[in-house]
């Protein structure tokens, strides 16, 4: 009979009832590969047994052999806790051996009976192993001599249960095991072959022989995500054709007459790139991203004349109506001389309003219109639409993305967001997508100075904001709560707002909200864009987009309460003219030594892109992105923070096999590695 596969159903294991295959079940566990590619967190080096009397570090691991000579036990009555102490010698000397709430060892352990132990060493009173794991001598489970693997519990089951049916699972696995990386692949990667890494990762013979198992099983299930990304990529650029633009002496022609200013050398260079996608015959797929006023929107806008003057529409997609409000009125002037009709949509637009604007759409009269989430009714159907801009993108679900793509015939796609993505999550977020980053800033923004003070100087800060307003400027003053909530401690608009208007006497002081209607947030930042608002104390709903060049201070309210990414962009709606600009962050008396040490970091670093690499150095993913937000994929043996330099190389790796391969091949190869890895959620 032949010898089943690693992908044996979890029932054919002994110890695997109809109940506990359903509790694994439930827990993502199914078959043999998944046992098998549930890596240990740590291993234990059991193979040297010591005399006890050579026992002297505190915190250090050790292995025994000695026999029960007392036991005793009693209830703590304080915890309710049940403690059992054993006295075990050796020929060398006795140690005392503690465990705690484990009634049922009354049962097992006998004066007299030899046990192996392997326990962490305290210091109390006296030298003590607290907990050890324990094998009777007699009868010993296989685990003292050898290094034995720690796993993650896993359902209802713990370390130990786990190693003994992944013990199982290696035993009926044939040999050699069917390997699904070809060997010209793993041998160029000098990685093992998957049986060997397998077993090197369960049944390691030393301490270090896990390491090449565990490479091998992370660049595997990195090759397979970065080579799936890839193909699909392939795929589709055979598939569809873009709407084609014509690079003519009139588009330029037109480019000149919109561009209020000169473009920066990394503007030219994103226009470059999108020009020659545009030109290319397939659909682009770009994201172009930049930090915090690197003038992304003028890029957009000269895609958007690009496929104007070819004869098609633009679409650009921002998440909130202040955002689309905002870039509704730059797109208006800048097109102010080009004749082009630039229309807004939202949800507040009238309905008298909005039925012209969806006939527009439809007959092709309307070449650029500017939304929110309304451009993704039914209702709204283009005539002709040739190029997608969504901003902010992250903010965005994947079937929202594809619905307003799918408004037209394979559109050009242009993803843009502020907020500068390390280039680890740009190989997986966007690895179907080509990169562009404008890293250069426009000539006439200032340098914001960043200050981090506790709250105990709000005085002081409110003192400065009233200073820069008596001088002409403007403030943002920003908290992380509406209202005050039970369940977190950080200060909030509604509670404070009045505090802060007392503390700005003669000042018009407004607020702003997500929970405003949104006639209300309309006329509020209009009045603030207007000079008639001083002061504006508001939630994040200013992160992105708000352009106000007069305003020179922003004050962040309990600030540990923001991630990076968000101090980043709030800290961008300051210093958006030649005047010096503030951005102060006030930080509670609770925040935490990571939250001060994030906040430091925020206080030295003003480059976004350096301050994205550093926060994730630091905290990894972390609150620098909404994660699930974003569709990251879930990695089972892979972690993005860790192992960065291996996606690199199966990135690389994977391009190269994909242009060294029939595209047959490299279908094939990804529908065998998938019975392995499987993903979640791929970026589309």
């Given amino acids: ?300 806008a000269i895609a958007a004349v690009a496929a104007i003057e070819s004869g098609h529409q633009a679409a650009y997609m921002a998440p909130t109506a202040i955002l689309a409000e905002q870039h509704f009125a730059r797109f208006a002037a800048l097109f102010s001389r080009s004749g082009y009709a630039v229309r807004l949509l939202t949800s507040g637009t009238p309905a008298a309003e909005r039925r012209g604007i969806l006939a527009g759409l439809g007959d092709g009269s309307v070449p650029l219109v500017v939304g929110t989430h309304a451009l993704l009714e039914d209702p709204v159907a283009f005539g002709s639409l040739g190029l997608v801009v969504v901003d902010e993108e992250h903010r965005f679900g994947v079937r929202q993305r594809l619905r307003l793509r799918a408004k037209g015939k394979s559109p050009h796609y242009l993803v843009m967001t502020a907020t500068p993505i390390p280039r680890t999550l740009t190989l997986t977020l966007y690895g179907d997508l080509d990169v562009t980053a404008i890293t250069e800033m426009p000539p006439g923004r200032t340098k914001v100075k960043t200050l981090l003070r506790p709250e105990a100087k709000r005085p002081e800060a409110l003192a400065f904001v009233r200073d820069q307003i008596a001088a002409g400027r403007q403030a943002f003053i920003v908290y992380p709560l509406i209202e005050e909530s039970e369940n977190f401690e950080a200060r909030a608009l509604t509670a404070h707002f009045d505090a802060v208007a007392a503390a700005l006497p003669g000042v018009p002081v407004a607020m702003l909200h997500g929970r405003l209607p949104y006639k209300e947030k309309e006329g509020v930042m209009r009045r603030f864009a207007s000079g008639a608002v001083g002061a504006l104390v508001a939630t994040t709903v200013v992160e992105v987009g708000v352009d106000v060049p007069n305003a020179s201070v922003m004050l962040v309210e309990s600030a540990e309460r923001f991630g990076l990414a968000q101090l980043h962009q709030l800290r961008g709606r300051v210093g958006r003219a030649r005047h010096t600009s503030w951005c102060v962050l006030l930080h509670g008396g609770g925040a935490s030594e990571e939250s001060l040490q994030r906040l430091q970091l925020f206080e030295k670093i003003d480059d976004g892109f350096a301050l994205a690499e550093e926060d994730w150095n630091l905290r990894g993913p972390g609150d620098l992105l909404g994660l699930r937000q974003w569709g990251l994929p879930r990695f089972r043996a892979a972690d993005l923070f860790r192992d960065r330099p291996v996606l690199e190389r199966a990135r690389k790796a994977a391009a190269r096999w994909l242009s060294d391969h029939p595209l047959e091949e490299c279908e094939a190869l990804v529908g065998e590695l998938y019975r392995y890895w499987t993903f979640e959620e791929v970026p589309i």
């Fill in 1 to 300: 009979m032949t010898a089943p596969g690693p992908f044996l159903p979890l029932r054919f294991l002994k110890g695997v009832g109809p109940v506990r295959a359903a509790a694994l079940s439930e827990a993502g566990c199914a078959s043999g590969w998944d046992l098998l590619s549930h890596l240990p967190f740590r291993y234990e080096d059991r193979r040297a047994v010591v005399p006890i009397a050579s026992l002297s570090t505190p915190g250090e691991r050790y292995a025994i052999r000695g026999r029960v000579t007392a036991m005793d036990w009693h209830q703590a009555r304080r915890r309710n806790l049940f403690i059992l102490k054993l006295l075990v010698a050796d020929e060398s000397g006795f140690i005392p051996v503690v465990f705690f709430n484990q009634r049922w060892l009354l049962d097992i352990f006998k004066e007299g009976m030899n046990l192996f132990l392997y326990g962490k060493l305290s210091a109390r009173r006296e030298w003590v192993l607290e907990s050890p794991r324990w094998e009777l001598a007699a009868a010993p489970r296989g685990e003292t001599g050898r290094v034995v693997p720690v796993y993650p519990a896993l359902g209802p089951l713990n370390s130990r249960q786990i190693g003994l049916l992944i013990g199982q699972v290696l035993d009926l696995c044939p040999s050699p095991l069917s390997d699904p990386l070809p060997a010209d692949l793993t041998a160029a990667e000098g990685l093992p072959p998957l049986e060997r890494a397998l077993r090197d990762l369960h049944r390691p013979e030393t301490m270090e022989a896990h390491e090449a198992g565990r490479r091998r099983l992370i660049f595997d299930e990195l090759f397979t995500y970065e080579l799936a990304l890839l193909l699909n990529r392939r795929k589709r650029d055979l598939a569809a054709s873009g709407p084609r633009v014509d690079l003519t002496d009139a588009l330029r022609a037109r480019v000149r007459d919109i561009l209020p200013f000169k473009l920066t050398g990394g503007q030219r260079e994103a226009v470059r790139t999108i020009a020659h996608d545009m030109a290319s015959g397939r659909p682009m797929r770009r994201l172009l991203h930049g930090d915090v006023g690197c003038g992304k929107t003028i890029v957009a």
